[in-house]
């Protein structure tokens, strides 16, 4: 017969093996850490809805994520803009000075509309959210070099040179990352997995000739930028390609990267204008695919434990964003 003592201590042995498991879960909850900022978005009186990006992209999948439950404190880490001697690793000083002046930035985010941006509200309206979102995936690398996998809701704004911005991109915030994390001790060697549809022809020259990096895009041939850089591994896409053929070349060339490469890291240039209906591409995937794209990248990281990085790059369709969250939240319940 079970004693009043020995129900008690059951009871109390019990509610301590639910709180241990509780505490686990909230732990596991931490491991997929997910960095935004409201102040990512440019603003620009309303003419950024002149250009064909979507400004509220990175809003959309954040608010999406919250209202699925995918976010709490212990998620969400809200970054930094880099500072002038972060920048300047990769940036030239002239290039830097450039980005004050309207009419330069106009040219290089292709958005003539921006040329009439005051330049008083030209820093705060326009470049800082792209400083303070590249400063987001640093924090992304230096969370992933703890928990494996993290994600920052913008960036990866591959079309960025030392000397130049051009495609919508003005800061060139992976090579800004992987220079900056050199420089602390933290990482040797990166790979970048460049699946935008356009080539990262600007990661290429910011890393030109680099042997602690290796630069490897699956771009559609034909379309910008022309002519493309040589990086790394180039593998041009045709027109139109779909999910299955996509996934296929994708996977054929994987494991071989990470172990040829030997990264301490990876960062993913995500990218969704391969989708098809996108306007500055002809690709034909569906969202399932980008998704499976994704998820098969963050495998392989896990598979041969080298720390992942997604930042999102392109993609211009009505259901980028809706592809990009749905990729997101997979990789977050995958590894909750």
């Given at each position: 017969m079970i004693t009043i003592r020995v129900l008690v201590a059951t009871i109390i042995l019990t509610l301590s093996m639910c709180s241990h498991q509780v505490e686990s879960q909230q732990s596991e909850v931490a491991k997929v850490p997910v960095v935004y900022s409201p102040d990512y978005k440019l603003s620009l009186f309303?003419?950024?809805?002149?250009?064909?990006?979507?400004?509220?992209?990175?809003?959309?999948?954040?608010?999406?994520?919250?209202?699925?439950?995918?976010?709490d404190a212990k998620r969400i880490h809200k970054p930094e803009k880099l500072d002038?001697?972060?920048?300047?690793?990769?940036?030239?000083?002239?290039?830097?000075d450039s980005l004050r002046d309207p009419r330069m930035v106009a040219r290089y985010m292709e958005a003539p509309a921006i040329?009439?941006?005051?330049?008083?509200?030209?820093?705060?309206?326009?470049?800082?959210?792209?400083?303070?979102?590249?400063?987001?995936?640093?924090?992304?690398?230096?969370?992933?070099?703890k928990e494996g996998v993290a994600v920052n809701l913008g960036g990866g704004y591959h079309h960025a040179k030392p000397n130049s911005g051009e495609g919508f991109c003005i800061i060139a915030d992976v090579p800004i990352a992987i220079r900056q994390l050199q420089l602390e001790g933290k990482i040797k060697k990166a790979l970048i997995i460049d699946t935008d549809i356009h080539q990262g022809n600007g990661t290429i020259r910011c890393l030109w000739q680099d042997e602690s990096t290796f630069c490897f895009s699956m771009?559609?041939?034909?379309?910008?930028?022309?002519?493309?850089?040589?990086?790394?591994?180039?593998v041009e896409l045709r027109a139109g390609i779909k999910d299955q053929e996509y996934l296929e070349i994708l996977q054929s060339?994987?494991?071989?990267?990470?172990?040829?490469?030997?990264?301490?890291?990876v960062f993913h240039v995500a990218g969704c204008d391969a989708l098809l209906g996108d306007p500055l591409a002809n690709?034909?995937?569906?969202?399932?695919?980008?998704?499976?794209?994704?998820?098969?990248?963050?495998?392989?990281?896990?598979?041969?434990?080298?720390?992942?990085?997604?930042?999102?790059?392109?993609?211009?369709?009505?259901?980028?964003?809706?592809a990009q969250y749905l990729s997101v939240k997979a990789i977050m319940q995958k590894w909750m």
């Open positions: 309303g003419l950024e809805k002149l250009h064909p990006f979507d400004i509220g992209k990175y809003d959309k999948i954040y608010e999406a994520l919250e209202n699925d439950g995918m976010l002038g001697a972060q920048l300047g690793l990769v940036h030239t000083e002239a290039y830097l040329k009439m941006v005051p330049r008083m509200l030209l820093e705060s309206k326009v470049v800082d959210p792209f400083i303070l979102c590249s400063g987001g995936t640093l924090l992304a690398a230096r969370l992933a070099l771009h559609e041939a034909g379309i910008y930028p022309l002519p493309k850089e040589k990086g790394d591994l180039d060339h994987l494991a071989k990267l990470i172990q040829s490469s030997k990264p301490d890291i690709g034909a995937m569906s969202v399932k695919g980008v998704r499976s794209r994704d998820q098969m990248i963050v495998e392989a990281c896990r598979k041969h434990q080298v720390p992942y990085v997604m930042t999102l790059s392109g993609g211009y369709s009505k259901d980028a964003w809706r």
